[in-house]
C-alpha cells in the first residue's frame, strides 16, 4: 500500500513553544492529506483537511491560528501547533488519500506530543 | 447520538474462535465503509473496505446492511496476532470528498 511517513514520531516541550509536524506521502502524490487528533482510549477526531495549494478546511472547534496547517507541494503537509498547551497534549495522525481502492485513506505512523 | 457507534469491548476470546463486532453509523447518505485495525500507539492501517454485497478476505469478512445502517466483521479462526482495535470508519460524503469518521474502535484481545 500507499506509504505515508511522519516526523517527528514523539516531542516533548514546554508549554507556550511551538511545534512543527511533517507529513509526506512516499510513493504518490497527495492533493488533500488530512490531520487527526486522538486522545487517550477515544475515536481519532478530524482535525483539518490540508490541501495543497489553498487553505486548510478546519472542522468546527479546531482553533484554525492554533493549529496552522501548510500543503506547499503534493507530496508535504505540516501542521504547526502554536503556543503548546499540556491540553494538547495528543497523538497526532496525518493521512492520505489512496489513489486505489474505495476512498480508504493510508495513515502516517503519529506524532505524540507531550506538552509540559 | 455519535455518528459512527461501537460496542467497545474488550472481547476477550481464545485462539481459534470467531468472533463478531458491529457497527452503526447515523447518516443514511454515507456512501463508503471500511475496517481499521489499530495496534496500541500505532496509527490505524486498513484492513478491508466494506461493500454493498458483502465480502471476505482471507478470515475476515465484511457486511454491509444498508437499510439498517449496520455493519459487521467476522474474524474466524482468531490467532494472536489478531489482538488490537478494530475501527468502523465511514465516508459520509459522495463524489470522492475522503471525510472520514471514525468510531471509537472495539478491542480484541486473543489469549492461547
Known amino acids: 500500500g500507499a506509504v505515508v511517513s511522519q516526523h517527528p514520531s514523539r516531542v516533548i516541550c514546554k508549554s507556550g513553544t511551538s511545534v512543527k509536524i511533517e507529513c509526506r506521502s512516499l510513493?504518490?502524490?497527495?492533493?488533500?492529506m488530512f490531520w487527526y487528533r486522538q486522545f487517550p482510549k477515544k475515536s481519532l477526531m478530524l482535525m483539518a483537511t490540508?490541501?495543497?495549494?489553498?487553505?486548510?478546511?478546519?472542522e468546527q472547534g479546531v482553533e484554525k491560528d492554533k493549529f496552522l496547517i501548510n500543503h506547499a507541494s503534493l507530496t508535504l503537509s505540516t501542521l504547526t501547533v502554536t503556543s503548546a498547551h499540556p491540553e494538547d497534549s495528543s497523538f497526532y495522525i496525518c493521512?492520505?488519500?489512496?489513489?486505489?481502492?474505495?476512498?480508504?485513506?493510508?495513515f502516517g505512523p503519529g506524532t505524540r506530543l507531550t506538552v509540559l | 447520538r455519535k455518528e459512527v457507534e461501537q460496542d467497545p469491548g474488550p472481547f476477550n476470546v481464545p485462539e481459534g474462535a470467531t468472533v463478531a463486532f458491529n457497527c452503526t453509523y447515523s447518516?443514511?447518505?454515507?456512501?463508503?465503509f471500511f475496517w481499521y485495525r489499530q495496534d496500541c500507539r500505532k496509527e490505524p492501517k486498513l484492513l478491508m473496505s466494506?461493500?454493498?454485497s458483502g465480502n471476505e478476505d482471507g478470515r475476515f469478512t465484511a457486511q454491509l446492511n444498508r437499510a439498517s445502517q449496520y455493519i459487521s466483521l467476522l474474524i474466524r479462526d482468531s490467532k494472536l496476532s489478531d489482538s488490537a482495535t478494530y475501527l468502523c470508519?465511514?465516508?459520509?460524503?459522495?463524489?470522492?470528498?475522503?471525510?472520514?469518521?471514525f468510531g471509537a474502535g472495539t478491542r480484541l484481545a486473543v489469549h492461547p
Open positions: 447518516n443514511s447518505a454515507s456512501q463508503s
Open positions: 466494506v461493500y454493498s
Open positions: 510513493d504518490f502524490q497527495a492533493t488533500t
Open positions: 493521512s492520505a488519500r489512496s489513489v486505489a481502492g474505495r476512498g480508504g485513506q493510508f
Open positions: 490540508s490541501n495543497e495549494g489553498s487553505k486548510a478546511t478546519y
Open positions: 470508519v465511514v465516508n459520509p460524503f459522495s463524489g470522492g470528498y475522503n471525510k472520514l469518521i
